[in-house]
């Protein structure tokens, strides 16, 4: 009796540490996670750059764990003369996602939603997969908080 209880206490507790879980062919989970691009990899400016020319089937695959605070007011300026852009680019896709996009985002798209990241102070999700499109009512809104933001003495900003 003795003996099937401490088989039993031994089984339960080496079930206990999740963190080195073994996925696929002998890789843990955190190694699988390794061969993808993460946020903090990028800008925004150079992630858009990457999109436009990324070759990959359905879209460029990135770990979905974007920093509160990855969109700065640098990144902002250079983000803002893009914000109108319909040229085409890749949409992001999670690394867990079993569906990949048959679209494609514009750059606009993906400029509007790193601006409002930072003016409405949101974290980016991208959840199985990311494909947006440049929409004027989202550009107009923009321009007139980016002239408003840009008059307003540097203390009051955010």
Not at 49 to 55: R, S, Y
Not at 72 to 84: A, K, Y
Request: hydrophobic share 35%; proline share 6%.
């Amino acid at each position: 009796m003795k003996f099937y209880l401490l088989v039993l206490i031994l089984i339960s507790c080496s079930s206990v540490d999740k963190k080195n879980e073994t996925v696929g062919y002998g890789n843990t989970h955190n190694d699988w996670l390794a061969n993808y691009p993460r946020p903090n990899d990028f800008t925004p400016l150079s992630l858009i750059e990457k999109l436009k020319t990324d070759t990959s089937k359905g879209g460029l695959t990135m770990v979905d764990e974007f920093p509160p605070s990855w969109v700065t007011l640098q990144d902002i300026e250079s983000l803002i003369p893009l914000i109108s852009s319909k040229q085409s680019c890749k949409c992001l896709v999670n690394p867990y996602s079993s569906n990949l996009p048959k679209a494609n985002s514009d750059v606009g798209g993906y400029a509007i939603l790193f601006i409002n990241s930072y003016r409405n102070r949101a974290k980016i999700e991208i959840r199985l997969y990311k494909c947006i499109s440049t929409n004027e009512q989202d550009v107009n809104e923009i321009l007139v908080w980016w002239t408003s933001f840009k008059n307003k003495p540097s203390a009051d900003r955010r």
